[in-house]
Every structure is written in C-alpha cells, then in structure tokens.
C-alpha cells in the first residue's frame, strides 16, 4: 500500500460505507472478502489482488437451539419510534421491525443486525443470537472486522452487559 490513512475505507457504488478498518504502520495488508457484486472505491492508495472468494472458518460452536420460531420470509417493517435498538425480532409473528438509526448504518453492518435478529427465532438471550448472528454472516462471506464493528459500533459501550457481549464475541470470533 501507498500513503497509508489511519482507517481504510471501502464505499459501494452508491458511495456507502460498506467496510472499514483501523490502521497501524505494522498493519500494510489487508484481506478483505466482499460479499456483494458492486463497484467499491477506497481511500488509499493500493495493489489490489483478486483472490478466491473464502469463507472465515468458525472457530465456535452454537448452542442449542431454544425455540424454532424460524421463517424463510420474514416480513421487515419500518417503525420511525423505534429507539434503543436499530431493529427487534418478533417471532412468533415472524416480523421484524428497524428504525431510523438501522438505516443510517453501514450495509455489512444492517445485514449483520438483521441476522442477529433472525438469531432470536431460535435464542432467547443477546449472546446466543449474536453467536448465531456471526456464523450466518461469516458463512455469506462477510469479515471478521465488521462483525465485530457491528457490535461495537452500535452497542453503548457502558454498560458491562454490552461489554461482555463484545468481548465474547470477540473471543469467538479470534
């Protein structure tokens, strides 16, 4: 890589955030898989080789399953009120909700809430839905790095709740 930024930044066509990561001078390669067809720019100056598309080995088990509320189609609602969460998950409806602040959200990161949220047809607790919500999005081809951002992008970082999730899933995900 050229002049190095302190973060990398990969946008869509559409000029979206679609991946990032923060950046040491030890730290000059990065793999990054993208799981979408689009044209994407970055903000560095940089060889790019196209490999072979690769699915992140899971280093994790999910626990077992506590429910099957699971549905192919779910039914995705726009709520403007919705606050605290950028979406919810209810089940046994087979709807799930979003809010203003999920669709100011980078796409990985939606994609990795929505499947999160799909987590909790099958989970009752956040950590069992966001082991579930990292296999799923691991598997469609998305990075490590943006499942973790995805968490702590959007989780309030105060709370220990919120920082053990992290850091569980952090250790899952090493």
Known sequence: MGNIPPRFI???????????????????KIKVNIAKGDTFTINAEANIFVGTFKKTELNFDLPPIEKNFYRQNFKYVFNPSLEG????????????EFGKNFLALPFPIRVFILCHEIGHSFYHDEHSADLFACKLYLEQGYNKTMALHSLTDVLNNDSNRNKERIFKILKALK
Do not use: Q
């Open 10 to 28: 990969v946008l869509d066509s559409n000029k979206d955030l679609y991946y990032y990561r923060d950046l040491t001078k030890n730290n000059r």
């Open 85 to 96: 969460t950028p979406a919810r998950n209810f089940y046994k409806s087979g709807v799930i």
